[in-house]
């Protein structure tokens, strides 16, 4: 018995796709669609160097800290709005040591100072570059699943087309692509 063609998703103009036999359609089978923004691999190699650099920088800030998220919220800050406070403030610590509370340790706050001024740069690097990271994982994981999705509605088709094999994937994928709150249609009985 022949099998029925398989068939492709062919992405013309936006909003204008046709499905088609592959064998029998006029149109470009597109592998990826026009808005593939990234195509790029890192090498073992790469990702190695990588946590190599990654574990230098660890190495060299050996007094790292980390926070709760309650400690996060409870700790004040010397966020942007208070950097003025900060450049006001402390060289008015240092030129008047009397006035200082006796509790308050100049000499730590000066080294609370100097490492504040040496991981601004630091943190606005490693912050763009953890973005930058962030930002094209996403892109990434839409592009990869944008291809899912559109194999996915190709073996639905196919699947109503009666392509067995495609009727089995379907049945796998469908619990990634239900919609929450929708109930499936009941199917109309057989007579």
């Known amino acids: 018995m022949p099998q029925p063609p398989i068939l492709v998703w062919n992405q013309g103009k936006w909003n204008q796709s046709v499905w088609g036999a592959a064998a029998n359609n006029n149109q470009t ?3 990826m669609p026009e808005s593939n923004r990234i195509s790029a691999t890192l090498a073992a190699a ?4 990588i946590n190599g650099a990654i574990e230098t920088i660890r190495t060299n800030l050996p007094f790292l800290l980390s926070l709760t998220t309650d400690e996060r919220k409870a700790l004040p800050k010397l966020g942007d709005g208070r950097v003025a406070l900060l450049e006001d403030a402390f060289p008015l610590m240092v030129a008047n040591p009397d006035l200082v509370p006796s509790y308050v340790d100049i000499a730590e706050v000066t080294k609370d100072h100097d ?3 040496a991981l601004d740069p630091i943190l606005n690097s490693l912050g763009t570059l953890f973005q930058d990271v962030e930002d094209t994982e996403i892109i990434a994981g839409s592009e990869l699943y944008n291809a899912i999705r559109a194999f996915y509605l190709n073996c639905q088709e196919a699947a109503k087309r009666g392509t067995t094999s495609a009727q089995a994937i379907v049945d796998l994928l469908a619990k990634y692509f239900a919609r929450p709150g929708r109930t499936a249609k009941p ?5």
């Open 29 to 31: 089978n597109k592998a």
């Open 187 to 191: 199917k109309p009985p057989t007579p």
């Open 46 to 49: 790469a990702i190695t160097a």
């Open 115 to 117: 490492l504040r001024v």
